[in-house]
């Protein structure tokens, strides 16, 4: 989906940067990618290159816990059962959302596997987005994607189903309308 937004964005006419964990996708040509692999990379990239940005939409579904204790060598069998203690990783959007300038727009995707529109309302509060794309988990490594853009008020402004291709030229065409040219 990310690489699907980032074609429509450049086909608008707009610079794209894509902050991307280790995928196997690939970009549309003219966009900068800034690799990273764990979520703390992924919010410092994010940070920095959003200062220089009019907006963010994020499409990525970074890790959600990681382990407390990091071990630098293997762990041996030992026969015993072992137990593994997570920890909450940093929210991307949430960060992002939160130190936004007035002039500045966060759209979000929450892929949730029950009470969609529900749970996408709200993060879309508890994140501090002006928009937010609620879609299921029958979107993950599929062509196709089936979204609900939500409003700050909870309402559907619109529904959207196909290819990811037509999915993010239309999401586009909504931010577009709604954030971009709203705040010319």
């Given at each position: ?29 003219g ?9 703390d990379?992924?919010?410092e ?8 940005c ?20 293997k762990i ?56 937010m ?22 309402d ?8 990811k ?18 705040r010319?």
């Open positions: 989906m990310g690489a699907a937004l980032a074609k429509a964005a450049l086909e608008l006419g707009h610079r794209v940067t894509v902050v991307s964990g280790p995928v196997t996708v690939e970009y549309p040509q966009v900068s990618v800034v690799p990273v692999v764990t979520t990379e992924m919010l990239a994010a940070k920095s290159k959003f200062r220089d009019d907006g963010v939409i994020g499409a990525a579904a970074p890790c959600d816990y990681m382990p407390y204790t990091v071990r630098s060598q041996s069998k030992t026969g015993q059962p072992l137990m593994i203690e997570l920890i909450e990783t940093p929210d991307v959007v949430a960060s992002l959302g939160q130190c936004k300038r007035p002039d500045q727009w966060v759209v979000g995707f929450a892929l949730e596997t029950e009470d969609q529109r529900f749970r996408a309302i709200v993060k879309l509060e508890r994140k501090h987005c002006d928009l794309v609620s879609n299921g988990p029958s979107a993950i490594d599929a062509s196709t994607n089936d979204v609900e853009l939500l409003s700050p008020g909870g559907v402004l619109a529904s959207i189903q196909g290819t291709t037509h999915v993010a030229n239309q999401l586009l065409s909504e931010i577009d309308q709604r954030l971009i040219k709203a010319l």
